[in-house]
């Protein structure tokens, strides 16, 4: 029993120091309710912070964050509400080689359907769709624009959730601001190519798994998530592949029957 908390503590370790850089695309956290029935209501807050050296080897402190909310207003209905941040400030910033400071914003709605059978382990499949908008700010800044769709199947228990889910983004950038850097820049980041085509004039495809574990207490739960993106369409710029965070899930519904059943 001791080595699964070392192993488990081990893991809680590497993923709030896995680190990353600046990039223009970076897949935020999947919002997965694993509904059962109508009247559930989640919250989950999630994150990680790192400050070690990335894949450029520039020195800095990285951090995402993640907040989720999600509720079912009637059976097999779920409506998810996300907002995700991700920011990186270096020790030594050089605008002439990118290394400068990193910050986007996402926040995206969604709604879909869900069908759960089983009794204390409950089998759930569901089916989300959603829409969000957010802001990149760094050597450029510009707008993002997503569409998603995101299938999922999971099971949820008093004491234990795993989920993986399956999400497609479309992205579509806009308001784009070069902050006076020169073409010959844009050209290096592959913001712009040789006939002159940029950033914001086409749009993205990604694939997106993730795989999802909570553990704890009916209503209480940490949350480990591994989110990775996999281009479709071509992206020539930097992007992240991968996100990883740990979080607190809150089970409304399971904590007022904790209380009425104390009562």
């Known amino acids: 029993m001791q080595q699964k908390y070392i192993l488990f503590f081990s ?5 709030i120091c896995s680190s990353c850089n600046r ?20 919250l989950n807050v999630a994150g990680s912070i790192g400050g070690n050296s990335g894949d450029y080897d520039y020195e800095g402190t990285r951090y995402v964050f993640d907040l989720q909310a999600s509720v079912s207003p009637v059976k097999h209905l779920g409506i998810i509400a996300n907002y995700s941040t ?5 020790d030594n910033p050089d605008a002439t080689n990118g290394n400068v400071d990193g910050k986007a914003h996402l926040l995206e709605f969604g709604v879909g359907g869900y069908y759960a059978k089983g009794n204390k382990f409950k089998m759930v499949t569901d089916c ?5 908008t957010g802001q990149i700010r760094s050597d450029v800044d510009m707008r993002i624009n997503r569409f998603f769709i995101q299938p999922g199947i999971g099971v949820r228990s008093p004491a234990f959730d795993a989920a993986f889910n399956l999400r497609f983004v479309s992205a579509k950038y806009s308001h784009f601001n070069a902050k006076g850097m020169t073409n010959d820049y844009l050209m290096q ?9 940029r950033i914001d004039n086409t749009n993205y495809a990604f694939v ?3 795989f999802t574990v909570r553990t704890g207490y009916k209503f209480l739960k940490v949350q480990l998530q591994m989110v990775f993106a996999q281009e479709i369409t071509s992206v020539p710029w930097d992007y992240n592949p991968s996100r990883y965070t740990v979080g607190l899930y809150f089970s409304l519904e399971d904590a007022i ?3 009425m059943s104390g009562r």
């Open 11 to 15: 893991l809680i370790t590497l993923i």
């Open 23 to 42: 990039y223009y695309y970076k897949p935020n956290g999947v919002n997965t309710p694993l509904f059962t029935d109508a009247g559930q209501a989640h």
């Open 86 to 90: 991700y920011g990186y400030t270096p």
């Open 128 to 132: 989300y769709v959603g829409y969000g």
């Open 189 to 197: 980041q592959n913001l712009i190519n040789s006939s002159g085509r």
């Open 208 to 210: 997106e798994p993730s």
């Open 257 to 259: 029957a904790e209380a």
